[in-house]
């Protein structure tokens, strides 16, 4: 059963988020609420805020309409025509990615930056006379946009004469390693492929793993070291971009290694494993790794990539998006547009926190816990959050809003520099007093995303059922997607005459639906439509029909008031419904997702003995309430 948190403890929350943002404590912190064994290192706490980063194959294989070459390819093959890095950054950074990284060189070894080690390189193609060096315009690039850079060096060789004599080629290897980790500013991932081949003289390359990874801490001490097996970051085990809905950073990472057959366990990770190795999400936007004009119908649907946001990023897994650069040496426009859209998607969901505005209690909070308001994803460094004592395995905690609440995502987070602890949580919704579980989950970790059906309800809760350390939590936020039911504006805009047009009825009306039996008195067009306080007992009700220039995609809130009954709908859809209320003077909101252009509208008012006109009022991403100014109204 649960226990209320001392008086005391009630009111430091609520006293913390009135004054939303309070100061951290988190040396005494960290000394109080001691991290499990396997916690993960600052180069991947670093690496986990990230969340979402492109991963661009681009190379010969871009010229050739390979995905893997032979190694004999010409180098005169390479040729680009309008190569463009800063185009590639601006389009990562409008899509939300965080850093970029590039196939520096793939299986067939031809090197995107002038190695001093071959000749199989940018040096002896066409691109830029020989003098190109698309590493350092990508560095260039990336510092430009604030993106990180990251780099995927495939050792597997097959243009080097020296693969297969092992310790020549990992001499090789390491050199190269050196050149490209050294010569770009700071790196943030460096990705091994595990692939492993016979060299010309018949045998098979030994790699040398533990030289490769001290090359990499030794150049760039902060980047993390990306292969199936980490030893900072995993493979998730898949190459679809899906993380499980049970997924534990960490992993018995000895039992596993580049190349391992063994994947299957990679998705999952093992609770009780003895390196933190967190999972990344690798998947091409395309069914290629590498640019197909074939595929360019092929761009992944947004449905599709949604999909994939919530199973990966949702699923305490990272994604590593990949696009595949075209022969201009461009982002071809079709994937531009869906990476902006699917961005657009994600801000238009998680814009709204619902949590910031609730107010919150634990049934068990440790003394010594910092200061934790529900909304602390924008604290990015955790500095709040809610820890429960040390004899306390389970715990709930619980928002509340002081009217009911509709909505259909929650947003989780572990304060994970504290290791990964949940086990086992539900998330309950209070419908009419009674608790009904709305979504159940085992895994938490730096982020899990809840999706279910719309929810009204003016309490919800996170109950954490058991957990392997006393449990913690830095992020519990609530939304209200209308994703899925995006509208499209209309194509064609050709009303009658310009202008609002309105009908206006006389009668005695119990509802809007009235007007469709009721003959108008009057009707005509207008430039604006305003009602003002009205007398009592006009007995009137007027509708007014036109369309709402929406400037830009998102969700759209609208809120009314009037006395005796009103309604808005847009397109089809009913947003605000106030019908029949009859004096009431209520306010009432809605919200619609309306992609940008013209949408019609329907706005229907009856009078029959309240005073008041119809308030309403609009607020727009990003924007605060508004009345609805004339610009929106389509003339
Ligand atoms: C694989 C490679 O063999 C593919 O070509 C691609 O680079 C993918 C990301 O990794 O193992």
Redo the contacts with the bound molecule.
């Keep these: 059963m649960k226990t209320r948190p001392s008086a005391f403890v009630v009111f430091y929350l609520l006293f913390i988020i009135a004054a939303c943002g309070a100061v951290a404590r988190q040396d005494k912190v960290n000394a109080a609420f001691p991290a499990r064994a396997v916690a993960p290192s600052p180069r991947q706490l670093a690496w986990h805020k990230l969340e979402y980063n492109a991963?661009i194959?681009f190379n010969m294989n871009t010229f050739t309409d390979a995905?893997?070459g032979s190694g004999a390819e010409s180098e005169s093959t390479f040729n680009p025509t309008a190569l463009d890095c800063r185009q590639w950054a601006r389009i990562c950074k409008e899509a939300g990615m965080k850093g970029i990284i590039l196939?520096a060189k793939?299986?067939d070894g031809f090197c995107l930056w002038p190695s001093k080690y071959t000749n199989h390189s940018v040096a002896s193609s066409p691109f830029r006379g020989g003098k190109g060096d698309v590493l350092k315009e990508l560095s260039e690039a990336c510092r430009e946009y604030g993106l990180k850079m990251g780099i995927?060096v495939?050792p597997w060789d097959r243009n080097s004469k020296l693969y297969g004599d092992t310790p020549k080629y990992n001499e090789y290897f390491k050199n190269q390693l050196r050149e490209v980790l050294t010569n770009y500013g700071s790196i943030f991932e460096v990705w091994f492929?595990?692939?492993c081949g016979e060299g010309p003289n018949g045998k098979k390359q030994q790699y040398d793993w533990p030289g490769f990874i001290q090359v990499v801490r030794e150049c760039q001490p902060d980047a993390v070291i990306f292969s199936d097996a980490g030893p900072d970051v995993r493979w998730v085990g898949n190459?679809s971009g899906l993380a499980a809905p049970t997924s534990w950073c960490t992993l018995f990472r000895d039992r596993f290694y580049p190349g391992t057959p063994d994947s299957q366990p990679l998705t999952e990770g093992h609770e009780d494993g003895t390196h933190w190795v967190p999972s990344e999400c690798?998947v091409s936007i395309r069914p290629g790794?590498y640019y197909h004009q074939s595929q360019d119908g092929e761009v992944k649907s947004l449905d599709t990539l949604l999909d994939i946001y919530y199973r990966s990023i949702g699923q305490n897994s990272t994604l590593l998006l990949?696009i595949p650069v075209d022969r201009r040496g461009l982002i071809h426009e079709n994937d531009a547009a869906r990476l902006l859209e699917f961005k657009r998607a994600i801000d238009a969901t998680f814009a709204d926190d619902l949590a910031a505005n609730a107010e919150i209690v634990a049934t068990n909070t440790r003394n010594d816990s910092t200061a934790f308001a529900a909304h602390n994803a924008i604290d990015a460094d955790h500095k709040n959050y809610w820890a429960a004592d040390d004899s306390i395995q389970s715990a709930a905690l619980e928002l509340s809003w002081p009217k009911a609440m509709t909505f259909n995502r929650v947003v989780l987070g572990e304060p994970i520099e504290y290791g990964q602890r949940i086990e086992q949580f539900t998330v309950d919704a209070d419908v009419h007093g009674e608790w009904r579980t709305i979504a159940k989950g085992t895994t938490i970790g730096h982020k899990r995303i809840l999706k279910f059906d719309p929810i009204t309800a003016s309490k919800l809760r996170l109950q954490i059922l058991r957990s392997n350390a006393p449990p913690a939590i830095c992020n519990f936020q609530v939304f209200a997607s209308t994703q899925r039911s995006f509208i499209s504006p209309v194509q064609t805009f050709a009303p009658a005459q310009p202008g609002i047009s309105y009908q206006y009825y006389e009668g005695d009306f119990q509802s809007v639906n009235d007007l469709k039996r009721a003959e108008s008195r009057a009707s005509g067009t207008v430039q604006h439509f305003s009602l003002d306080a009205r007398k009592r007992d006009e007995r009137f009700a007027i509708a007014f029909t036109g369309f709402m220039d929406i400037p830009a995609d998102g969700i759209y809130y609208f809120r009314m008031r009037s006395d005796d009954g009103s309604r808005l709908t847009i397109h089809n859809q009913t947003v605000v419904d106030l019908d029949g209320i009859h004096g009431m003077g209520q306010l009432k909101e809605g919200t619609i997702a309306l992609r940008a252009g013209l949408h019609p509208f329907n706005l229907e008012y009856f009078n029959v003995v309240g005073e008041r006109g119809l308030e309403l009022e609009m607020r727009a991403p990003g924007a605060a309430w508004a009345p609805i100014v004339d610009k929106l109204l389509k003339h």
């Design positions: 991963f194959h995905e893997w196939t793939h299986h995927y495939s492929d595990g692939a190459e690798d790794w990949n």
